[in-house]
């Protein structure tokens, strides 16, 4: 018999394997099936996640320049979502890092602060635009 736990983990694990795959087959900027940014499309400005697409897809072909010149945001939070992933499933009773009073408050502010900063079009800051 298999447990609610297990499906959950053998789902989230086809999921997470189907998307790499189709991440590693197809280029995001050239393809019409991956979405594009609203933010930019609307607004013109690019926001947090502008380039991350095209970052997974340089990763997983292990462009690491690229990936950091799409989105340098991208690595750390994926860094940040593999140890927190991997402490609730082998650390189930230990506080997460996100459980403590301002931690949300503070990856906020680093998402904002990235926001601004990658949309202001002098230098240094324009290197942060994808």
Known sequence: MVSQR??????????LVAGALLFF????SGQF???????????????????SQRAIHDLLHLRIYDAVSHNLLLI?????IA????????????????????TPLIVLGI????MILRNIDQSPF?????
Not at 8 to 15: E, F, M, P, T, Y
Not at 76 to 80: E, G, K, R, S
Not at 126 to 130: Q, R, Y
């Open 6 to 15: 297990q499906l959950k983990i053998v789902l989230i694990g086809v999921s």
């Open 25 to 28: 087959l197809f280029n995001p």
């Open 33 to 51: 099936f991956f979405p594009k940014c609203p933010i930019h499309d609307h607004l013109g400005i690019y926001c947090s996640g502008c380039g």
């Open 76 to 80: 750390p939070a994926l860094i940040t």
């Open 83 to 102: 140890i927190e992933l991997s402490m609730r499933f082998f650390y189930p009773h230990k506080k997460s890092i996100f459980y403590y009073k301002y």
């Open 111 to 114: 998402i904002v602060i990235f």
């Open 126 to 130: 324009n290197w942060l635009a994808p």
